[in-house]
């Protein structure tokens, strides 16, 4: 999946986070620094027993680090999920937790409900917008588990591809390495998701390896590019010029065209600014990769180009 600048429901997801870092940092601050304080403000936990101040700081340092990884994942959702789903661990067991007992008994349903805004609320909307985005697909694929990561991987690879299959046998953890990598091959905020697409076309295309072309043809059509598009600039027909000069400046660089490369690049920023240039060098130096791989593991082949009928 790329990555481009936040939508909307990006904004709403880190809003959610950033409210959960900061309750959870708020409670556990208060714990760890007046306990028998947070013990008579907080009326329903009188319920549990006579206060014990080292017990309440250690809870609140728990709650704290919550916060703070919940925060670190705020700034960026889409890469940052993992740390999101850590931070809310603690708060999720700890709601559990509350559940269990009212459910043996141990607690009243009157206390239950009124503890259960702050104490279900935060976890629980923090998954939900999680799950909104793993809908969407704007997740990062790092933290993915592995065979998790493989099956998409596997939608998005051509059929009867193997190097998926020789990566997650390599042993040493290659697998997670590789999907880290995979993070950088679908950045871009400053460029436009098509002239990145474009870009990588130009690059694969230009590495002259059939099976890579593939991957990413399939990959620009999970992103909703038009095939006919794809095949038009595949075919040197590209449908505009911006997606010509796009084309031909990933396929310069794959090509080792230093004269062509720095030409093209000047105009790109020049139109674009010196951060699309450099979006869009990313993007042409992460298709090279899959070639190189592919080549390596005897995998290779010749282009033939992708029709769309």
Not at 217 to 243: K, M, T, V, W, Y
Not at 257 to 275: N, P, T, V
């Amino acid at each position: 999946m790329m990555f481009g600048k936040f939508d909307g429901l990006d904004r709403l997801v880190q809003a959610v986070l950033g409210f959960a870092a900061l309750f959870a940092l708020a409670n556990g601050v208060f714990m760890l620094t007046d306990p028998l304080g947070w013990y008579d403000f907080v009326d329903t936990v009188k319920a549990s027993g006579p206060p014990n101040g080292h017990f309440i700081q250690d809870i609140g340092i728990a709650f704290a680090i919550s916060g703070l990884v919940l925060a670190y994942a705020a700034i960026n959702p889409a890469l940052r999920w993992g740390s999101a789903v850590v931070g809310n661990l603690f708060p999720t067991l700890h709601g559990m937790l509350h559940i269990y007992e009212v459910l043996t008994g141990i607690c009243s349903p009157d206390i239950f409900w009124r503890d259960a805004p702050g104490v279900l609320g935060p976890a629980i909307a923090v998954w939900i917008v999680l799950g909104v985005q793993m809908g969407r697909q704007r997740i990062s694929p790092a933290p993915l588990p592995k065979q998790v990561f493989l099956g998409f991987a596997r939608q998005i690879a051509a059929p009867a591809d193997a190097y998926l299959d020789d990566i997650s046998n390599a042993g040493g953890f290659a697998t997670e390495a590789f999907q880290h990598f995979m993070v950088l091959s679908g950045h871009h905020y400053s460029a436009p998701r098509e002239t990145v697409l474009m870009t990588m076309l130009g690059s694969t295309r230009a590495e002259d390896c059939g099976p890579c072309l593939e991957i990413v043809r399939r990959f620009a059509l999970s992103e909703g590019f038009d095939p006919q598009r794809i095949e038009n600039a595949l075919h040197g027909r590209p449908d505009s010029e911006a997606d010509a000069l796009a084309y031909d400046f990933g396929a310069s660089i794959a090509a080792g065209d230093i004269a062509a490369a720095a030409e093209l690049g000047g105009r790109l920023e020049a139109q674009f600014g010196r951060s699309v240039r450099t979006e869009l060098s990313l993007a042409a130096a992460s298709s090279r990769v899959f070639p190189a791989i592919k080549r390596g593991l005897g995998q290779a082949s010749a282009c033939k180009i992708p029709r769309t009928g």
